[in-house]
C-alpha cells in the first residue's frame, strides 16, 4: 500500500506542475510589439471641392490622418443602437466603435463590456477605438477626423467623409498628370436583432477623380482592438487568456504571437479569431485577398493589449465596396452553431465557429464528451454545481472497477513480497539474473508488475480533461450553485476585506471551499494510512504536508472547479473504504485458505 500511495502523491505532482508548465511552454503570455514609424502627408494648401452630395463644407482643419481632410464636421456625435442583445455606441470621429455591451452577461454591476480601450495616452492623446481605418498599412495612423452620420435605420447607420490624395509622389496615390485626386470613404454599421455579428461595409470612391486609391502598397487598413473584455487583472494563460486562430482550407489553426512584432498571414483566410476564457472576437472578410496580422501592441493603462489587422490591397480603379462580418460576443457552442446551420440572418452557413470553443488536441474529444454528459445533467437538474456533482460521482462509478483492479494487484504485490525480497538478497550482485528470475516469477504467478500502476496511469487524461471543462466551460460564468457560490467561474468568497491584502499571498478575500478541500485530503489521507505508515516520517509528510501546498496552489481558482476537486476526494474515500474492507475479506479469505506448516517434533538426542 504504502508504494501505491506514493505513487499516486508523485503522479499528482506531476499532474499539476505539467499543466502549469504546458501552459506556459504553448501558451506564452502576449507579449508587447514594437511600434512602427509612421509617415503622415502633409496636407494639400487649398481642398478640392467636396464631391458631388456632400454636405456644406465648413472651414478647413488639420488633422493627423494619412490624407488630407477636405471638409467634415467639428465636433463630435455619437450614435447608440440597442439590439437588445447588444448596446453599442459609435462615434462620428473615425466612424469607430467606442463601446459594444453584451445585454445578457453580466460583469460585476454592469454588462459585459467587449471593447477596453486604454488611458488615451496613445495616438495623440485620444482614447483608442475599436474598427478603426488607416489609409495605408500597419504603419498608418488611424482615421480621427470627424465624418457625417447618417442614421439610415434603427440597427443601420453610415459614416461618410471626403479625402483629398496628394500629388508630391510621397506615397499617395498620383494622377497621370501629376494634380492631387480625391475620394469618399464611407463606413456603414448594420447591427441584426438576435444576433452577435453585424456587418461593416467600407467604400472608397473617387468618383473618377482618381484612377487608383495607394498608399504605400495597401488601399487601408481595418484594425480591431486595442483588447477586448471583460476586464480582467492580468492574462496569466490559466483564468484568463488570450489565443489566436485562423480557419484556412477548413482546418482551425493557432497562431503564435508574440514581442518579435505582428504575426502576419498572407494565405487567404475564411476567418480569424481572437479568443479569450468565456468570449470571442471573429472576423469574416469578404473573398478580396487581405492581408491579416495579429498584433500584442501594448496600450497605456491596459495590462495587456490583443489586436487584429485587416489590409486590403491598393486599388487601381476608381473605388471599392468591401464587407466584413464580425462576431464579438459569447464563446459558447450554442451561440456560435447558428453559423454551420444557415439559422442566422447573414444566411451563413458550415463556417465552424465552433471550432473556436473546442478544446485542441489529444484530449479535445474526451473533453467534448465529458462537456455533453456536464450539460445532459444539466437539462435534468439546471443546476451546473449539482451537474458537476452528477459527473464526478459518474466518472467515479465507471473508474470504480480499475480502481479496484488496482487495488487487488497491490495486494497481490504485497503476497509476492517475500519472494521478490528472496531474489534480490540472491543475486544483488547479478542484476542480470536477477531480473530474469523475477521475470521467471511473475510469469509463474501469473502477475503483471503494470496492473497496479496502469488503472491510476489511465485516470490522468480525464484529469487534464475535468481540469479543463471546469476551468473554461462558458455556461458556468455566471452559474450559482448554493449560497455564497454565486459564480461557479470565479473563486467564491465569505467575507472580503479589500482593498486590504495578506502580505505574500495577496489574498484579500476568505473562501471556504480551499479549507472544505484541505479537510477532505486530509482525511482521505487519514483514510488511506496503513499502519506501516504511521510510523513513517517520509510518508507523514507526503500525506499532510503534500495537501497543505495544495491549499495555496488552489486558494483562487474558480469554484466550480475546487467543487470537483472536493467531491473527487469525497468519493475517491469512500471507493477506498469499500476498496479495502473488501481486501480485508480477501486477506482473511486468503489465510484461511493457507495450511499452517507442520513443524515436525524434536528428536532426542541420545547419550
Same mark, same amino acid.
Given at each position: 500500500m504504502e508504494k501505491r500511495t506514493l505513487l499516486a502523491v508523485v503522479l499528482s505532482i506531476v499532474v499539476i506542475s505539467g499543466f502549469y508548465i504546458i501552459q506556459g511552454m504553448f501558451f506564452p503570455p502576449p507579449a508587447a510589439v514594437p511600434a512602427e514609424p509612421v509617415t503622415v502627408q502633409a496636407p494639400v494648401e487649398q481642398a478640392p471641392a467636396a464631391l458631388p452630395g456632400a454636405a456644406s463644407p465648413n472651414e478647413d482643419r488639420p488633422v493627423e490622418d494619412a490624407v488630407p481632410v477636405i471638409t467634415g464636421? @467639428?465636433?463630435?456625435?455619437?450614435?447608440?443602437?440597442?439590439?437588445?442583445?447588444?448596446? $453599442?455606441?459609435?462615434?462620428?470621429?473615425?466612424?469607430? $466603435? $467606442?463601446?459594444?455591451?453584451?445585454?445578457?452577461?453580466?460583469?460585476?454591476?454592469? /454588462?459585459?463590456?467587449? $471593447?477596453?480601450?486604454?488611458?488615451? @495616452?496613445?495616438?495623440?492623446?485620444?482614447?483608442?477605438?475599436? /474598427?478603426?481605418?488607416? /489609409?495605408?498599412?500597419?504603419?498608418?495612423?488611424?482615421v480621427s477626423a470627424y465624418f457625417y452620420v447618417n442614421r439610415l435605420s434603427e440597427y443601420s447607420v453610415e459614416f461618410y467623409r471626403d479625402f483629398a490624395v496628394s500629388g508630391d509622389g510621397a506615397g499617395g496615390s498620383l494622377r497621370s498628370n501629376g494634380a492631387p485626386g480625391q475620394f469618399r470613404l464611407t463606413k456603414r454599421y448594420d447591427f441584426r436583432p438576435g444576433e452577435y455579428m453585424f456587418e461593416l461595409t467600407v467604400s472608397l470612391d473617387s468618383r473618377g477623380s482618381t484612377p487608383a486609391i495607394n498608399f504605400s502598397g495597401a488601399a487601408y487598413t481595418l484594425g480591431f482592438g486595442p483588447q477586448f473584455g471583460p476586464r480582467f487583472e492580468k492574462l496569466d494563460q490559466r483564468y484568463e487568456y488570450r489565443n489566436y486562430y485562423t480557419y484556412i482550407n477548413g482546418k482551425r489553426k493557432q497562431e503564435k504571437v508574440n514581442d518579435n512584432g505582428p504575426t502576419v498571414i498572407a494565405s487567404r483566410v475564411s476567418w480569424a479569431a481572437i479568443a479569450g476564457k468565456y468570449f470571442t472576437f471573429i472576423a469574416i472578410p469578404d473573398a478580396t485577398q487581405y492581408e491579416l496580422a495579429f498584433s500584442t501592441k501594448p496600450e497605456p493603462g491596459l495590462p495587456s493589449a490583443s489586436r487584429l489587422y485587416m489590409i486590403r490591397p491598393a486599388l487601381n480603379g476608381s473605388g471599392a465596396t468591401d464587407v466584413y462580418r464580425f462576431y464579438l460576443g459569447p464563446k459558447s457552442q450554442k451561440d456560435l452553431a447558428v453559423y454551420d446551420t444557415a439559422e442566422n440572418s447573414f444566411k451563413l452557413r458550415d463556417m465552424q465557429l465552433t471550432s473556436v470553443a473546442n478544446t485542441s488536441g489529444f484530449l479535445g474529444p474526451l473533453e467534448t464528451l465529458l462537456k455533453w454528459l456536464l450539460m445532459l445533467f444539466y437539462r435534468v437538474i439546471p443546476n451546473y454545481g449539482v451537474a458537476i456533482i452528477l459527473l464526478t460521482l459518474l466518472v467515479k462509478v465507471l473508474m470504480f472497477p480499475l480502481t479496484k483492479k488496482g487495488s487487488e494487484s497491490t495486494l497481490r504485490m504485497q503476497a509476492l513480497s517475500p519472494k521478490i525480497k528472496e531474489i534480490q538478497d540472491k543475486y544483488k550482485d547479478n542484476p542480470t539474473k536477477m531480473n530474469a528470475e523475477m521475470a521467471e516469477l511473475y510469469k509463474k504467478e501469473g502477475y503483471n508488475p503494470v496492473a497496479g500502476c496502469l488503472p491510476m496511469i489511465l485516470q490522468i487524461p480525464i484529469f487534464f480533461a475535468m481540469y479543463n471543462l471546469f476551468n473554461n466551460h462558458f455556461d458556468l460564468r455566471g452559474s450559482p450553485f448554493i449560497g455564497w457560490i454565486r459564480d461557479l467561474s470565479l473563486p467564491e468568497s465569505v467575507w472580503s476585506f479589500a482593498p486590504l491584502r495578506i502580505p505574500i499571498l495577496g489574498w484579500s478575500d476568505v473562501r471556504l471551499l480551499p479549507f472544505l478541500y484541505l479537510g477532505s485530503q486530509l482525511l482521505y489521507g487519514k483514510v488511506t494510512q496503513t499502519p506501516d505508515q504511521q510510523g513513517n516520517a517520509q510518508m507523514k509528510m507526503m500525506l499532510y504536508a503534500m495537501p497543505a501546498i495544495f491549499f495555496f496552489i488552489l486558494y483562487d481558482v474558480p469554484s466550480g472547479l475546487l467543487l470537483y476537486w472536493i467531491m473527487s476526494n469525497v468519493l475517491t474515500m469512500v471507493q477506498q473504504l469499500t476498496i479495502n474492507k473488501y481486501l480485508a475479506q480477501k486477506r482473511a479469505h486468503i489465510a484461511a485458505a493457507t495450511p499452517e506448516p507442520v513443524i515436525a517434533p524434536k528428536k532426542k538426542k541420545k547419550r
Open positions: 464636421p @467639428e465636433s463630435e456625435q455619437r450614435v447608440t443602437i440597442d439590439t437588445g442583445l447588444i448596446r $453599442v455606441v459609435l462615434t462620428n470621429a473615425g466612424g469607430d $466603435v $467606442v463601446s459594444y455591451k453584451l445585454r445578457e452577461h453580466k460583469d460585476q454591476d454592469d /454588462f459585459v463590456e467587449m $471593447v477596453l480601450s486604454g488611458s488615451g @495616452e496613445a495616438a495623440g492623446g485620444r482614447e483608442s477605438h475599436a /474598427f478603426t481605418l488607416a /489609409f495605408g498599412s500597419l504603419a498608418a495612423e488611424p
